[in-house]
């Protein structure tokens, strides 16, 4: 006989949400019922739910991560290639650029070197 997570038992799924709390997963926590109701409904599997609870928290953890390093590092904003305005430097190559954005040398064991003058930042 199959039950579904939530006939599971409300014991169970207490215990779940102290392990969460436990393991400080906050936005697993948060995620925990949304997920529950997708694999009653079929949409998710055992471990598709699974994934998904800890992807969420990971995702979570991953943002933090890159806000305190930004913060660390006195970056005030996020810059990116697709805001780079390439008419203001006619020099670069922009396909090239892009190019090296995609960071295919690594998987190569290229090394890479840029030379000429810094540019003062503005």
């Known amino acids: 006989m199959s039950t579904t ?8 799924l207490d215990r779940i949400r102290q ?3 436990g ?4 936005r697993a ?3 925990l019922e949304h ?3 997708r694999l009653e409904r079929g949409e998710l ?3 598709e739910a699974i994934d998904a609870l800890l992807g969420e928290e990971l995702t979570l953890r991953e943002g933090r991560r890159i806000k305190a390093a930004l913060k660390m590092g006195r970056l005030l904003s996020i810059k990116t290639l697709t ?8 020099s670069l190559d922009r396909d090239r650029i892009m190019t090296l954005a995609q960071l295919d040398f690594v998987d190569r064991h290229e090394v890479v ?10």
């Open 5 to 12: 997570p939530l006939e599971a038992g409300p014991a169970t």
């Open 19 to 21: 392990y969460l709390v």
């Open 23 to 26: 393991l400080k997963m906050p």
């Open 29 to 31: 926590l948060e995620a």
């Open 35 to 37: 997920i529950l109701r």
């Open 45 to 47: 599997s055992a471990l």
């Open 83 to 90: 805001g780079f305005d390439f008419s203001f430097q006619p």
């Open 113 to 122: 070197h840029f030379l000429g003058q810094p540019v003062p930042a503005s």
